[in-house]
């Protein structure tokens, strides 16, 4: 890979609700880039047309960057995140003995412990270090890839939710690392409950798991909960 500072990075968003995206546009275009080659790539889906992954992969399919960042609409970034992915990465891709990296984001688990940092609507901060971390699992809030990562977000499972895990576990099997990273934005997420639709996508991403692991264990911790993937775990 080129070194970070000359690679350019896009910022694909399923855009759900507009005011939230005015925010975050606003605050991508206050990022300091220094020497990156930043750009802003909106997925439109006021209408619910796509589901996450669908809409997501269209702007993975359409970016020309070395880095695609996916972010949730009612994320804001402050104006040094930038320079912190930057310096995040160089530390990722120096460490001796890591397999590459897939996916890293602010948030993350592994076990049962969470990795990362974020602050919510309120403005109180959650740290999790020490940082970088290899973790799991990433939350949704912010997923940063190469953009020619040999994989994409799985359209069969549908929804709004755990699409990062899944990309997470693709990418383990497929050898690659992720890691929780400090390079904190603001997730101004509203509900905390589990909409019935979680429940709907996270049966399908246990049936899609059951059988054909080899790396990751029978479950993974994510920022919402453990999943196991013992048999019958997909149907109760
Ligand atoms: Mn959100």
Redesign the pocket.
Same mark, same amino acid.
């Given at each position: 890979m080129k070194p970070i500072a000359g690679r350019s990075v896009t910022f694909v968003t399923c855009v759900a609700d507009l005011a939230r995206y005015q925010r975050l546009r606003l605050s991508l275009e206050l990022l300091r880039n220094g020497a990156l080659a930043v750009e802003s790539d909106p997925v439109e889906n006021l209408s619910n047309r796509y589901t996450a992954a669908q809409a997501l992969n269209i702007g993975w399919n359409r970016a020309r960057s070395d880095i695609v960042v996916f972010c +949730?609409d009612?994320?804001i970034f402050p104006p040094a995140w930038l320079e912190h992915l930057q310096s995040m990465i160089a530390v990722v891709e120096e460490a001796p003995g890591e397999a590459p990296w897939a996916v890293l984001g602010p948030m993350g688990r592994r076990g049962k412990q969470f990795f990362g940092r974020a602050s919510g609507q309120n403005g109180a901060e959650s740290f999790f270090g020490p940082l970088p971390a290899r973790v799991e699992t990433l939350d949704e809030?912010c997923l940063i890839v190469p953009r020619n990562l040999p994989l994409r977000f799985d359209e069969g499972l549908g929804g709004f939710h755990l699409y990062g895990v899944d990309l997470c576990i693709q990418a383990a099997e497929a050898g690659f690392s992720c890691f929780a990273i400090d390079a904190r934005c603001q +997730?101004d997420?509203e509900t905390r409950h589990r909409p019935p639709e979680y429940h709907a996508v996270k049966r399908r991403l246990q049936r899609k798991w059951m059988f054909r692991r080899r790396n990751i264990g029978r479950s993974v911790g994510t920022t919402c909960g453990r999943i196991r993937f013992g048999l019958f775990e997909g149907w109760i």
């Open positions: +949730h009612d994320v809030l +997730h997420s």
